[in-house]
């Protein structure tokens, strides 16, 4: 696996602080959560408040629910309480309808939350033995209560990436990219091609699978990007740019309804006239188009 130059990817810069060795420390918790200027975003199910002034409350005025530490950003202490999908009120949101808008040092704090509230709000049992599951460490683990097992947050690797039709300059690939939709999308949207990695598969032939699989397209080389955490509902996003060695596109009609090669005009002139929507600026699909791009582009979800 070969790199491509140093990109800046959102959300993969740590931007919080996160603290894991007070996470037993039951005194210290106690003190934080005492303290006024401790910040707690309140999750209704994994759904949110859509402005940023009432996502964040003070302990006092937070809700019943279970906590989970967060860490520390700018010497505030931050944490999540999961108070159930009762508490979410008519107007919240879910994560991914805010993404668009968020700056990156709270889309951090708000990603890490809602991965941990997601994986509490549908792992409550133990899959041994069946007895109901208990937080623990400050919401980073769940213990059984019956067999005592302990159970811990799963991450799921994905591949994304952006095939071009040649090495290009500089790692940032060929004269044309291909990107493709799904058939649910609005017309005009457009992304990278994406997919889950499966067992005993490495990433590069997780690449040239997907793209087989989606486009009808062989791949050569395969080179790393960068990755991001993406909790729709737990997964972590590792980006290529993959070098393609055929051009005729058979889409499989199930995942992907259309794919396309563009070059940078046809890119441009489509982004600026509305016909093609890009991802949005927050996502890995965008950083990799652009990167390739060698710029940014207009419109985006």
């Not at 202490?77 to 993404?99: C, M, S, T």
């Not at 997780?206 to 395969?222: F, S």
């Not at 890995?284 to 188009?289: A, E, G, K, N």
Request: glycine share 10%; charged share 25%.
């Amino acid at each position: 696996m070969t790199s491509s130059p140093t990109t800046q990817v959102a959300l993969s810069q740590r931007a919080h602080e996160r603290i894991g060795g007070r996470r037993t420390d039951e005194a210290w918790l106690a003190e934080v959560w005492d303290d006024a200027a401790t910040r707690v975003l309140v999750l209704g199910g994994t759904k949110l408040a859509p402005t940023s002034e009432r996502r964040w409350v003070s302990p006092q005025d937070a809700p019943a629910g279970t906590r989970i530490l967060l860490g520390e950003q700018d010497g505030v202490v931050h944490f999540a309480l999961q108070a159930g999908d009762e508490a979410a009120q008519d107007d919240w949101v879910f994560l991914r309808a805010l993404l668009q808008d968020l700056e990156p040092a709270e889309a951090d704090l708000l990603v890490h939350a809602v991965a941990l509230a997601e994986w509490m709000r549908v792992h409550r049992f133990c899959g041994r033995c069946g007895a109901a599951l208990e937080p623990s460490h400050a919401g980073h683990e769940q213990v059984c209560t019956g067999c005592g097992r302990h159970h811990f947050p799963r991450t799921d690797p994905a591949v994304i990436m952006l095939v071009t039709d040649g090495p290009g300059h500089e790692g940032a690939g060929g004269e044309r990219a291909l990107l493709g939709r799904q058939p649910s999308w609005p017309p005009g949207r457009y992304s990278t091609l994406a997919g889950f990695l499966e067992p005993g598969e490495s990433l590069e032939d997780a690449v040239r699978r997907e793209v087989l699989e989606e486009a009808g397209i062989h791949v050569g080389a395969v080179h790393y990007f960068g990755n991001q955490p993406w909790p729709f509902p737990a997964s972590l996003m590792v980006g290529f740019v993959a070098e393609a060695t055929s051009v005729e596109i058979d889409v499989d009609a199930d995942e992907i309804e259309d794919a396309r090669w563009f070059t940078r005009e046809e890119m441009r002139a489509e982004a600026e006239a509305g016909t093609l929507v890009l991802p949005g600026g927050i996502s890995i699909s965008r950083s990799l188009i652009e990167h390739w791009y060698g710029g940014e582009l207009p419109g985006r979800w």
